[in-house]
């Protein structure tokens, strides 16, 4: 059974800094990009992130480009969101979600997690 | 690439047929999934690459559609299936469409 856990969420102040994390697991790591994708309260969901699964290949949306890294420990099967300078419209739930490829930006998403609530505010 | 989902809520009474419609400001060819969220839970990938559904989705959820224009169909509306529905591309980068709410009538 694949499965997603996400950690890390908290509040934060604003132009502060936060690491989520994703373990994962019910799959092989290697094989397929791992995303993080984020939904501000009682709006859509917003694409952030992707790794690929060899870990060398990482892609962002332009509103994080710049203050959000992506990485990935294939010996821990986890992946991490290092987020900086963070704003109060960065203020979202954020799912780590499983995309359907090995690589590249053109995902779908076949498995989520339950999300991280990250909160910026003064 | 936008994706413009209509309605932006559907009333629909249980047993009914539901179609909800996803249309992208250019083709992203077939490259389009719909994905389920219920309150308070992740979202689910219900079809890919337009009419593909995802391991588990019951066969009532259909796809269709391709370049710009595509159908969510759920051709008997069962009570856990009230929620918001997501369209995303994958042709130009990721985007999502603002979603249909639909709820009982």
């Known amino acids: 059974e694949v499965q997603l856990l996400e950690s890390g969420g908290s509040l934060v102040q604003p132009g502060g800094s936060l690491r989520l994390s994703c373990v994962v697991s019910?799959?092989?790591?290697?094989?397929?990009?791992m995303n993080w994708v984020r939904q501000a309260p009682g709006k859509g969901l917003e694409w952030v992130s992707v790794i690929s699964g060899s870990g060398n290949n990482a892609y962002y949306s332009d509103s994080v480009n710049g203050r959000f890294t992506i990485s990935s420990d294939k010996f821990k099967n986890t992946v991490y969101l290092q987020m900086n300078s963070l704003t109060v419209e960065d203020t979202a739930i954020y799912y780590c979600?499983?995309?359907?490829w090995g690589a590249g930006v053109s995902q779908h998403f076949d498995h989520w997690g339950q999300g991280t609530l990250v909160t910026v505010s003064s | 690439i936008v994706l413009t989902q209509s309605p932006a809520t559907l009333s629909v009474s249980p047993g009914e047929r539901a179609t909800l419609s996803c249309r992208a400001s250019?083709?992203?060819?077939?490259?389009l999934a719909w994905y389920q969220q219920r309150p308070g839970q992740a979202p689910r990938l219900l079809i890919y690459d337009a009419s593909k559904r995802a391991t588990g989705v019951p066969a009532r959820f259909s796809g269709s559609g391709s370049g710009t224009d595509f159908t969510l169909t759920i051709s008997s509306l069962e009570p856990e299936d009230f929620a918001v529905y997501y369209c995303q591309q994958r042709s130009n980068w990721v985007t999502f469409g603002g979603g249909t709410k639909v709820d009982i009538k």
């Open positions: 979600a499983k995309g359907t």
């Open positions: 019910g799959f092989t790591f290697s094989s397929f990009a």
């Open positions: 250019q083709s992203v060819n077939s490259y």
